[in-house]
């Protein structure tokens, strides 16, 4: 009786590095490109409301609570009313200079 055991010649591989896991499950039409600073990702986001994709992706994306929301290139000043749709760019941005800035007095 032999104490060996025939090991397995399966290879597991993970994720291809290069691949979007959002977009194999969310078409575009259902989808909204998100971006701050270095961040930009594709997200099932439709239906959603900005200030909930704000609350949603601040911790994941670093999104600064002072950050300006633009939809399609158009400043969002109402959050709470502005529902987002599919196909559109969705945009944080915090203004040049203001990190560190102190008034000259």
């Known amino acids: ?3 060996e055991r025939e090991r397995s010649r399966e290879v597991l591989t993970g994720p291809d590095p ?7 499950f969310h ?9 701050h600073g270095v961040h930009s990702h594709t997200m099932p986001l439709v239906g959603m409301t900005v200030r909930q994709a704000r609350e949603e992706l601040s911790e994941r994306m670093h999104i600064d609570p002072d950050a ?7 400043e ?18 915090k203004p040049a200079g203001e990190r560190g800035h102190t008034p000259i007095r």
């Open 1 to 3: 009786m032999s104490k």
């Open 18 to 24: 290069f691949s979007d896991d959002f977009e194999s």
């Open 27 to 35: 078409p575009a039409e259902a989808s909204v490109e998100v971006i």
């Open 68 to 74: 300006l929301a633009v939809v399609d290139g158009e």
């Open 76 to 93: 969002v000043s109402q959050e709470a009313d502005f529902v987002l749709a599919g196909k559109q760019i969705l945009n944080f941005v």
